[in-house]
């Protein structure tokens, strides 16, 4: 199959575009879950939409209207998406809904862990919250800064959480903090690995920042442009990074670019990475779904 044109001035190792399909009501937000192999998404009109490894829709779910951010554990049995208005929606492996509540205020960070049996929510005002699917309270804890990005680390019932001003923490499913560290560059989006040794954060003009699984600094991976959006794949072999400027980085581990596009003609506003590392889900602003194979 022909590049898609947005993709012809690209360098390094060209992929192969396995997927080109297009959601004229655009897509607001996709995750993938890394075992069940599938892809969900969800479009302005307020659907989700559940794709296979080959792009074929299985399913598709209307009523979920304002979507902010959507989150697929990746055993592919449950989701949750948090809306607009302050809702929290948990669904099941078919879409449909199994409860919801809403926030007084606005949902700026929201997770789910590999399993599927805990969700994390942080509201504006700094609070999480950590509830089972079964919609049973465990924690709540008060964040010393709002937490736009978490994450569920796989081998152990641990929580990282990033501010987006330069915050980042580390809580037990009880919301005893193990560690803090406050960084010194603001946040754009935050990525950690399976086995959970290595967190990045897409810094902005401090590229992306390689961290430990304790919040120490290992180093920095520089592109031309800032970063605005990190991902890996579980495997720990590849980064995906998009930046402001609308260009998109494909990388190895050790720091080196294997390929790298600009998008600027229809900017991209998700990507998600396969667990081994050879695939790559780009959304754009058009509401153009891509997937590259290497």
């Given at each position: ?280 889900f780009v959304a754009t602003q058009s509401g153009r779904l891509l997937l590259l194979c290497w």
């Amino acid at each position: 199959m022909a590049p898609h044109p947005n993709l012809q001035n690209s360098h390094g190792t060209q992929p192969k575009v396995t997927l080109d399909d297009i959601f004229p009501e655009g897509i607001v937000a996709i995750d993938y879950a890394d075992e069940a192999r599938t892809l969900l998404l969800g479009t302005g009109s307020g659907s989700l939409v559940l794709l296979n490894g080959l792009g074929d829709q299985v399913r598709r779910e209307m009523g979920y209207g304002g979507i902010r951010f959507l989150r697929w554990c990746h055993t592919g049995q449950f989701g949750v998406v948090a809306l607009e208005d302050g809702s929290l929606i948990c669904f099941d492996s078919t879409l449909k809904r199994r409860w919801d509540v809403r926030f007084t205020g606005e949902i700026v960070g929201l997770t789910i862990n590999a399993f599927g049996s805990h969700i994390a929510v942080c509201s504006q005002d700094g609070r999480v919250h950590i509830v089972t699917t079964d919609k049973k309270e465990i924690c709540r804890f008060d964040a010393t800064r709002p937490l736009q990005y978490l994450h569920f680390l796989n081998d152990e019932p641990v929580l990282i959480g990033a501010a987006e001003f330069g915050h980042l923490c580390s809580h037990t499913l009880t919301g005893q903090q193990q560690w803090n560290e406050r960084i010194a560059n603001n946040v754009g989006g935050m990525a950690v690995t399976a086995c959970g040794k290595r967190i990045l954060l897409a810094a902005f003009n401090h590229g992306v920042q390689l961290m430990t699984r304790n919040g120490k600094h290992k180093g920095a991976f520089m592109v031309d442009g800032i970063p605005s959006f990190v991902a890996v794949s579980a495997n720990k072999q590849r980064i995906a990074v998009t930046t402001i400027e609308s260009r998109v980085y494909w990388m190895n581990f050790s720091g080196d670019l294997l390929w790298a596009c600009d998008m600027s003609a229809d900017p991209p506003t998700s990507i998600a990475v396969g667990p081994l590392g050879d695939q790559l889900f780009v959304a754009t602003q058009s509401g153009r779904l891509l997937l590259l194979c290497w």
